[in-house]
């Protein structure tokens, strides 16, 4: 009898034991929590550092110089020179997506780069004396867009292109001397235009994420006056230009 009660007491000890180990997770694996993964609905905004590189092709200006000089037309042919710069870009960007139908993303966003673009080429003045030429000088400052995109988002990385308007301020000289004379025409102007791009973009801890972006820009031809108010001159000269930008950003999606 007392071996029975001594069996029976072992075993209720044994099971107050074993409960609390079940309890405490070493019976039964506790649930694995599932984790959401970001989602990209929501607007955000953030800065960005870069590289741009800019290209002006410049028609005329030797026909503005001699020109204008010599007060009739006394140029034939017509005369285009390039100028090429590359310089650092900073800038903001603020925008909007929305995340539909699992894994694309539609936004909207505004952008605005301050860059310094410097571009210079020098032409040649056939009807100058020996050695005379243009000095051509470019320099763009800023440049904002406003553009759409559209992504594809897996895990926490967002694959995008993008699209739409640009806009940039420019201003030119052309500098020298014609036949003794020396000159300095003045020009400017604020163009339009139209940017394409692509990037890719990582949610990092919290609401931020980072991105990496290529962008081309095409700001066509216009014309443009060129002044010399020292002399009383002006004239025009055809500029086509477009630039190309490479940006690392930093986005803070707080909404």
Sequence with gaps: MLRR????????AAGGLAQPAVADGYGVPPPVAFVEGFRWTGCYGGLHAG????????????????????????????TTVT????????????????????????????????TRLRGAARGALPLG???????????????????GRLGYAWDTWLLYAKGGYARIENSYSAIGTFQGTAFDFEGSDLRSGWTVGAGIEKALW????????????????????????????????????TVQAVRLGLNLHPW
């Design 51 to 78: 590289g741009a590189w800019g290209d002006w092709n410049l028609t005329d200006p030797v026909q503005l110089v001699q020109d204008q000089i010599s007060g009739t037309p006394v140029t034939t042919g017509v």
């Design 129 to 147: 004396l020996p050695g005379e030429q243009v000095g051509i000088g470019s320099r763009a400052d800023l440049m904002p867009s406003f553009t």
């Design 206 to 241: 919290g609401p931020w994420s980072l991105r990496l972006e290529y962008d081309y820009y095409d700001f066509g031809t216009s014309s443009v006056v060129m002044s010399e108010s020292t002399l009383g001159l002006s004239g025009p000269i055809n500029v086509k230009q």
């Design 5 to 12: 009660l001594l069996l029976a007491s072992a075993a209720i």
């Design 83 to 114: 100028a090429n710069s590359g310089s650092w870009l900073l800038g903001g960007q603020i925008g909007c997506n929305y995340q539909f139908a699992g894994h694309w993303v539609i936004g909207a966003e505004a952008e605005a780069s301050a």
